[in-house]
T-cell receptor, first 113, second 115 residues
Framework: DQQVKQNSPSLSVQEGRISILNCDYTNSMFDYFLWYKKYPAEGPTFLISISSIKDKNEDGRFTVFLNKSAKHLSLHIVPSQPGDSAVYFCAASRNTGGFKTIFGAGTRLFVKA | GAVVSQHPSWVICKSGTSVKIECRSLDFQATTMFWYRQFPKQSLMLMATSNEGSKATYEQGVEKDKFLINHASLTLSTLTVTSAHPEDSSFYIC???????????FGDGTRLSIL
């Protein structure tokens, strides 16, 4: 049972343009959502998060949007840079029960120079 | 920032041996740590929640006797893969967070290859 889904395994974007990565979830009990970035042979690095009481959170070039009614969130990267090329994981958790976090399958982003 | 260190980063061993992986929180105390497993091109699958001073909580389908977890101190959790077989070959990653609040911070993972 995949509670967190990233349906696009890969995305290719030109440098300077916007990258939009999408994520859907099924469990309405999730109340905290995170995006992680991962390079090969390394652990994921935290990027940005959003609480379910908000619908948008921005940090520099990164913005996360949350649509609770649709159980959908997205990560926008503007402008995209070649160094952004990595695998991006969407994750969801409940702020109770020890913060067990469920991850999506990841989307590999290629930013072309 | 919070740093989680994992050791070793890469292990190759023969089938039937046991392998211990360490996860340390370097600049904070962690009463809870998480162990994940990642197969190629797949998601991070939560294996178990490691609790300092008590038994680990395992996810459905994860064999407790196969994957032994010990969280003996506030900065160290260990995962021992007992009698490892080729199907146990995978990328194992741990995570922890200061104060037990999000976000979690991850170690760099351990690539385990069983011959």
């Amino acid at each position: 049972d995949q509670q967190v889904k990233q349906n696009s395994p890969s995305l290719s974007v030109q440098e300077g343009r916007i990258s939009i990565l999408n994520c859907d979830y099924t469990n309405s009990m999730f109340d905290y959502f995170l995006w992680y970035k991962k390079y090969p042979a390394e652990g994921p690095t935290f990027l940005i998060s959003i609480s379910s009481i908000k619908d948008k959170n921005e940090d520099g070039r990164f913005t996360v949007f949350l649509n609770k009614s649709a159980k959908h969130l997205s990560l926008h990267i503007v402008p995209s840079q070649p160094g952004d090329s990595a695998v991006y994981f969407c994750a969801a958790s409940r702020n109770t029960g020890g913060f067990k976090t469920i991850f999506g399958a990841g989307t590999r982003l290629f930013v072309k120079a | 920032g919070a740093v989680v260190s994992q050791h070793p980063s890469w292990v190759i061993c023969k089938s039937g041996t046991s392998v211990k992986i360490e996860c340390r929180s370097l600049d904070f105390q962690a009463t809870t740590m998480f162990w994940y497993r990642q197969f190629p091109k797949q998601s991070l699958m939560l294996m178990a929640t490691s609790n300092e001073g008590s038994k680990a909580t395992y996810e459905q389908g994860v064999e407790k006797d196969k994957f032994l977890i010990n969280h003996a101190s506030l900065t160290l959790s260990t995962l021992t893969v007992t009698s490892a077989h080729p199907e146990d070959s995978s990328f194992y990653i741990c995570s922890a967070s200061p104060g037990g609040v999000q976000p979690q911070h991850f170690g760099d993972g351990t690539r385990l290859s069983i011959l």
